[in-house]
């Protein structure tokens, strides 16, 4: 007897190929698609199993557990896969879920004072015991309390020591009223003067801004800490014994002070104070020129300025510094160019 195989037996003997074809199903939407094709209610396995039925009783029985084995195989091979595909999604799920306290946490990065702003405030806490206040003004300053005050007027000569940045606006109300970045701490002085009055021991920390070229020892823009004292009967040996006291308090007993004549337009007399290089030990280098490394400006607060503020000036004295402290940083930590501060290199920054 020739035994007809129904047309669509061939899928019996296709299973590896139709295996390979669900490897190949990856995602949930191929692998659905697969079912369909084979599985579904219009799909192979289920046309082959209708044609049965138009088959002999003995065709059906060789072939019917051929098609069962088949079914079975396809099925297991589909729930496989669909666990498969499943699995990975699952695992994420749970690790996304599980917290692991034994693992040792991230580490927090812990931020530190810039080295100027910690330079400044020991320059402050220096005078505050000594009994001075600490006040603070606007980086953003009227061209009369930066010059006018001081004894500076317009068109002086001396306005040209320090190289100013204008805004560019003036105030309509007032003609001809400028506004300037500060050039210097010493606006201050006035403001308070004005303000307040004497007895007046006082500090103000702040940045200022110059426009000029930078080298090793100067930069457009850095701070500095004014000083202001005025009473009645305050002499030059007052302002001599506070800056020693001062240099011996931020730099120890044994650095070098030295002190030399200096013109500054709101003091009479005027000084600046310079501390011997660390460099060179004094000798003369590169870095400092002749030894020595200027750190403030420093005089007896001039009677134009004391009248300037409505003080007597026969009734007061007083004196003023500028310190820079940037030149205070340098000479503390060793550090042989001041642009370093600013580079914002976190290597040099992390070692204050
Ligand atoms: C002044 O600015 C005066 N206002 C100081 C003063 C105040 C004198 C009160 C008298 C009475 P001078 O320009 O020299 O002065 O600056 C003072 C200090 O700031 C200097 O000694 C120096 O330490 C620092 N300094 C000046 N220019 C720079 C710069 N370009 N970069 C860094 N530090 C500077």
Request: overall charge negative; some cysteine; hydrophobic content about 40%.
């Amino acid at each position: 007897m020739t035994m007809q195989l129904p047309p669509d037996i061939s899928l019996v003997s296709e299973l590896h190929a139709i295996e390979a074809e669900l490897a190949a199903a990856t995602n949930a939407t191929a692998l659905e698609a697969w079912r369909v094709k084979y599985l579904g209610r219009r799909g192979r396995l289920s046309q082959l199993t209708q044609q049965l039925g138009s088959l002999s009783l003995e065709q059906r029985r060789a072939f019917g557990p051929l098609v069962n084995d088949a079914k079975r195989t396809l099925e297991d091979l589909f729930a496989a896969a669909q666990r498969a595909l499943q699995e990975p999604k699952a695992a994420r799920e749970s690790a996304a879920h599980h917290l692991d306290v034994t693992l040792p946490g991230k580490p927090v990065t812990l931020g530190r004072l810039h080295p100027i702003t910690q330079t400044v405030r020991e320059i402050c806490a220096a005078f505050q015991g000594m009994g001075f206040d600490v006040a603070e003004g606007p980086e953003v300053e009227w061209e009369r309390y930066n010059f006018d005050l001081l004894n500076i007027p317009r068109d002086h000569p001396a306005r040209d020591m320090w190289d100013t940045l204008w805004i560019n606006w003036t105030d309509p109300n007032e003609e001809g009223r400028r506004m300037l970045l500060r050039t210097h701490t010493s606006p201050m002085q006035g403001r308070i003067m004005e303000q307040a009055k004497p007895p007046i021991r006082v500090v103000v920390p702040g940045k200022v801004f110059r426009h000029e070229a930078t080298d090793a020892r100067h930069e457009w823009h850095f701070f500095q800490v004014e000083g202001l004292a005025v009473d009645r009967g305050i002499t030059f040996a007052d302002l001599k014994g506070t800056l020693y006291e001062f240099a011996r308090r931020i730099f120890g007993a044994d650095r070098r002070v030295r002190f030399r004549c200096d013109y500054f337009p709101f003091v009479e007399p005027g000084v600046e104070m310079a501390i011997d290089c660390f460099l060179c030990k004094g000798e003369g280098c590169s870095l400092c020129g002749d030894g020595w490394i200027e750190i403030m400006g420093a005089g007896m607060v001039h009677p134009n300025v004391f009248s300037a503020v409505g003080y007597d000036p026969e009734e007061y004295t007083g004196f003023a510094f500028g310190i820079g402290a940037e030149r205070v940083a340098m000479l503390k930590h060793g550090i042989d160019d001041i642009r370093r501060f600013y580079a914002n290199d976190l290597r040099f920054l992390r070692q204050f």
